[in-house]
């Protein structure tokens, strides 16, 4: 049997890279909000008619084809690096979950390759990387809202005959946003770097789990400012899959939509819960909780 504390470790180094990812995608997330601002103002507002302190057009076609085109610029610069950047997030977990399960459970490489397919055809991420039209990933990504929530309010603030200084900083302030509030950018992707980059480490870890009959795991993600009481009772502790079964039912699991639909290797802690079930074998679980051969031997 592999050494029951350097298999903890490696668990606990496995989520620290997690970690490092998502505060990585954030930081990437708030630079491309600052670029769409630097976008929409030189491209857009910088290009309209003013006079006496104001815009003189307010929404004709030469309008709208300029704001459009201000998105659309950004969008093939910025966001696509962007996106770029979150593919390749992708697949380090991947590989992550890959040594992990190779190092700790005797995974073969033919295992995980196999499940690496299985996850990208389902995430609708294509053999050379690119994200397949219409699929869950397109989705995700797609911030077609975003754009309207923003033009709607710019035409909006126009109409109403808004000063061009006040309107400038109306427009920085809606897509940077202000302090405790996001802007539209990165409140639409904020969610999507948690939720997205944990649950697609919980799942691909339940996938090795199914395929190499795996059935006890340690809840890995250590403890932060905002973790949840939920959270902190499991943090770092080994249980058996039959015990995560029960988990809907603790009144301490609050940020979750539904219990009967709750999924507590995708959904964990609820949303923005960065812990993930590590799957361990048998007797590197009876080594690190003892109490468990004796309750499962009793079952």
Known sequence: MQDPKKI??????????LDKLIDAVERRIAQSQNDLAKSVLKDFLEQLNIKRGRVEEIQNRRTTTLFNK????????????????????????????GKFYR???????????????????????DSDGSLLKNG????????????????????????KGVGYEALKEGIEM???????KLGVFEKHYKTFSYDVYAQ???????LYADKLGLEHFIYQGGIIETSRKFCKKRNGKVFST?????????????????????????????????????F????????????????????
């Open 174 to 180: 809606k897509i940077k946003g202000e302090p405790e």
């Open 200 to 206: 697609l480490n919980g799942f691909t870890s339940k």
């Open 280 to 299: 361990i074998v048998k007797e590197v679980a009876y080594a690190l909780r003892p109490d468990l051969r004796e309750i499962e031997s009793n079952a």
């Open 242 to 278: 039959e015990e995560a079964e029960k988990w809907k039912d603790d009144p301490d699991l609050k940020a979750i939509p539904n219990r009967e639909t709750y999924k507590w290797f995708i959904d964990r802690g609820g949303y923005n819960c960065r812990h993930d079930p590590d």
């Open 103 to 125: 190092t700790t459970a005797n995974a073969t490489k033919a295992t995980e390759i196999d499940l690496k397919r299985i996850v990208n055809r389902r995430l609708g991420i």
């Open 136 to 159: 869950y990933m397109s989705g995700v990504l797609d911030d077609t809202n975003v754009k309207l929530d923003l033009q709607r309010y710019v035409f909006k603030e126009m109409l």
């Open 8 to 17: 903890q470790k490696l668990s606990r180094e496995k989520a620290m890279k």
């Open 70 to 97: 201000a998105y659309a610029d950004f969008t093939k610069t910025s966001k696509a690096e962007l996106v770029k950047s979150i593919i390749i997030d992708i697949n380090n977990i991947l590989e992550e979950n």
